[in-house]
């Protein structure tokens, strides 16, 4: 069973929208998690950490239940900018998984 | 954008050849990272260090080694290449455990 487990979608949605994925992992004793963004053929940058009591930064909301083990990530009002493949990513000791991402396609 | 360079950036070679990949830092960061990205598979961790000269195995260790004498240089090795082995080669680095990683700019290795 993969550590972390995302739908790849894709996600098409119109300029404006809200979108939401989600993202399981399988280690209960997960320490740390994250969101990352990757465009076409770039590396992998951080979005956003996912805090055991949510956080949002601007459109951005991200939500973390323990007792389920997923992660969550909100995007409101989707700009063009946004598409892109959205990474979850979970910390165990000292090795980071990386589920093999949601792409999300915004459209005009 | 964090200070991290890998090289080279594309390289072709044949099967059987070695290879050494290499990951410079100007952050002074403790941990290091090497992570191939398939379609399909996501980013898996092939080695990783906690200082210099402290290297742990990844999921994807083998046919690979690594070291690291120098806080800012990470090196990856393919002992002799294989053809799956053809991949997106990232770096990464980060200053503490539990913090986010910061990726280079990645190696496209073809091996035929």
């Known amino acids: 069973r993969k550590e972390v487990e995302q739908d790849p979608g894709p996600f098409n949605v119109p300029e404006g929208a809200t979108v939401a994925f989600n993202c399981t992992y399988s280690n209960s004793a997960s320490q740390s998690f994250f969101w990352y963004r990757q465009d076409c053929r770039k590396e992998p940058k951080l979005l956003m950490s996912v805090y055991s009591s949510g956080n949002e930064d601007g459109r951005f909301t991200a939500q973390l239940n323990r007792a389920s083990q997923y992660i969550s990530l909100l995007i409101r009002d989707s700009k063009l900018s946004d598409s892109a493949t959205y990474l979850c990513v979970v910390k165990n000791f000292n090795k980071f998984y990386f589920g093999s991402g949601t792409k999300l396609n915004v459209k005009p | 954008d964090a200070g991290i360079t890998q090289s080279p950036r594309h390289k072709v070679t044949e099967t059987g050849t070695p290879v050494t990949l290499r990951c410079h830092q100007t952050?002074?960061?403790?941990?290091m990272y090497w992570y191939r990205q398939d379609p399909g598979h996501g980013l898996r961790l092939i080695h990783y260090s906690y200082g210099v000269k402290d290297t742990d195995k990844g999921e994807v260790s083998d046919g690979y080694s690594v070291s690291r004498s120098k806080t800012e240089d990470f090196l990856l090795t393919l002992e002799s290449a294989t053809s799956s082995q053809t991949s997106v080669y990232f770096c990464?680095?980060?200053?503490?455990?539990?913090?986010?990683?910061?990726f280079g700019p990645g190696t496209r290795l073809t091996v035929l």
């Open positions: 952050e002074n960061h403790r941990y």
């Open positions: 990464a680095i980060s200053a503490n455990q539990g913090v986010e990683q910061f």
